[in-house]
């Protein structure tokens, strides 16, 4: 059975733009990244995130402003409060930033889709074939599917 053709991507980029690509990523690399803060692997997994607990997070930045009375002058509010404003002024550019970069995964699995769909259709179509000239080509190929080919099963006499 030969597979489909699949041609989920036909990126052809117009140079021009590809130019202003780069240099619009250039200004992004020099102007944004800066300013971007680096987590650890251990820092992303042992750090308590608000994730979906923002209501709560901005509920207890409010309740801070409103009582400062009532807590220590070292708990950090002003740094919280900053943070608040942080977060709302440059969601957004991160939003954007996100959807790009979800944009640029999605077409490089496009991609490559694409072409393992071909690699399969073409394996596939050399074992039809079956020549003996093939065989190193095959084994090679199938080393990718886990093992190679497998020889025939030689069955002793008894």
């Given at each position: 059975?030969?597979?489909?053709?699949?041609?989920?991507?036909?990126?052809?980029?117009?140079?021009?733009?590809?130019?202003q690509i780069e240099?619009?990523?250039?200004?992004?690399?020099?102007?944004?990244?800066?300013?971007?803060?680096?987590?650890?692997?251990?820092?992303?997994?042992?750090?308590?995130?608000?994730?979906?607990?923002?209501?709560?997070?901005?509920?207890?930045?409010?309740?801070?402003?409103?009582?400062?009375?009532?807590?220590?002058?070292?708990?950090?509010?002003?740094?919280?409060?900053?943070?608040?404003?942080?977060?709302?002024?440059?969601?957004?550019?991160?939003?954007?930033?996100?959807?790009?970069?979800?944009?640029?995964?999605?077409?490089?699995?496009?991609?490559?889709?694409?072409?393992?769909?071909?690699?399969?259709?073409?394996?596939?179509?050399?074992?039809?074939?079956?020549?003996?000239?093939?065989?190193?080509?095959?084994?090679?190929?199938?080393?990718?599917?886990?093992?190679?080919?497998?020889?025939?099963?030689?069955?002793?006499?008894?």
């Amino acid at each position: 059975m030969t597979l489909p053709i699949i041609n989920l991507a036909d990126l052809k980029i117009p140079e021009a733009d590809l130019a202003q690509i780069e240099a619009a990523l250039l200004v992004l690399e020099t102007k944004l990244k800066p300013h971007l803060i680096p987590l650890t692997t251990q820092q992303r997994s042992s750090f308590t995130k608000m994730g979906t607990r923002e209501q709560l997070v901005r509920q207890a930045v409010t309740a801070a402003q409103q009582n400062p009375n009532d807590l220590p002058a070292s708990i950090g509010t002003a740094a919280a409060v900053a943070d608040v404003a942080s977060l709302d002024k440059y969601r957004p550019l991160f939003a954007r930033v996100q959807a790009l970069a979800e944009g640029c995964d999605d077409t490089e699995m496009a991609i490559g889709i694409d072409l393992m769909n071909f690699a399969l259709r073409v394996y596939g179509q050399l074992k039809l074939s079956a020549s003996d000239s093939l065989k190193g080509l095959l084994d090679s190929l199938g080393n990718f599917f886990g093992g190679g080919r497998r020889a025939a099963a030689v069955v002793p006499k008894p």
